[in-house]
């Protein structure tokens, strides 16, 4: 079964083929961060006109890589949400117009499901039941997932997402707009004994955690100490040192707690390197298999929702006549697909090619 994934939830437009046989076909990803970056975020207008604007090109682009025309194509696949509401509709519209003018089923997926099974893009990716920790710009979730729909949330950002933060820490620092991979970049730069910051949450029971006052405390530290570019990189990597120890306690309980077998991270900030080698080390202490998204597919893209959708499609789940997009949806809410499907893994690396603004 030949799968067209489409992504739209916010800033980036994502076009991907996934083939349960032969893996990914072709993969396009549009970022849409020299967009947005004058006003130091997302504007939905902006993100939902480009994606009007990308989308039908993207495909053909994504077709021809494929070798593939329109009617070869076994189903569609977008993401419902969650996410912005005009930019989901704009993905959701193109993808259901496309479906039925093929005849061919379209289904959509749940953004942060896609982000779940991504690693499995990659060769180090794990089959259920394990621990997911799911990091992105709007969302912070520990998850035990006993099988690809059964999900069970056992802890949560209270208050502000992981990414969120570092956006906002990062505009403290007069870093612009994305502010993860500027923070993570600043940090390494910076001195790790000269500011310490708390690690919210983790005196207590319990696998929730908070990043909010982490906040606070960068800007008591800003406005207390010199205004200097080494004083910048060093409560840069005080604030990530936090977030990164925050995720390690809590996924150390979470492993101890729930005996589950493997952890899975995904999201964006699962790209960070120093998250990555804590849990890494984490996963060899306690023994159990520590699985990432290969970088490329660790941000928004389509090859997740093309995957994602894949195995539900071919499980044969479909959308009714009516539709809608969900701004705000429970992961909770999802259900398993009626079999379960294991599609082929990647079988190679197809062009990905950065489609380019007219």
Known sequence: MRVLGIETSCDETGVAIFDGEHGLLADHLYSQVDSHQRYGGVVPEIASRDHVRKLAPMVSAALAEAQMKPGDLDGVAY??????????????????????????????????????VAPLLGPGGVEPPFLALLVSGGHTLLVAVERIGGYDIIGESLDDAAGEAFDKVAKMLGLGYPGGPAVEKLAAGGDPGRFRFPRPMTDRPGLDMSFSGLKTHVMNAIGAAPSDPQTAADIARAFSDAVVDTFAIKCRR?????????????????????????????????????????????????????????????????????????????????????????????????????????
């Open 79 to 116: 993401t419902a949400g969650p996410g912005l509401a005009g930019a989901l509709l704009v993905g959701a519209g193109f993808a259901r117009g496309l479906a039925a003018g093929l005849a061919i089923p379209a289904l959509g997926i749940h953004h942060m499901e896609g982000h779940l």
């Open 254 to 358: 979470a492993l101890r707690a729930t005996r589950l077998p493997a952890l899975v991270v995904a999201g964006g900030v699962s790209a960070n390197q120093a998250l990555r080698a804590r849990l890494h080390a984490i996963g060899e202490e306690l023994g159990v298999q520590v699985a990432f998204p290969p970088l490329r597919y660790a941000t928004d893209n389509g090859a997740m929702i093309a995957l994602a959708g894949h195995m539900r499609l071919a499980a044969g789940e479909r959308d009714g006549a009516a539709f809608a997009v969900h701004p705000r949806w429970l992961l909770t809410a999802l259900r398993p697909p009626a079999l379960a499907v294991r599609p082929a893994r990647v079988s190679h690396t197809p062009g990905a090619a950065q489609a380019k603004t007219p």
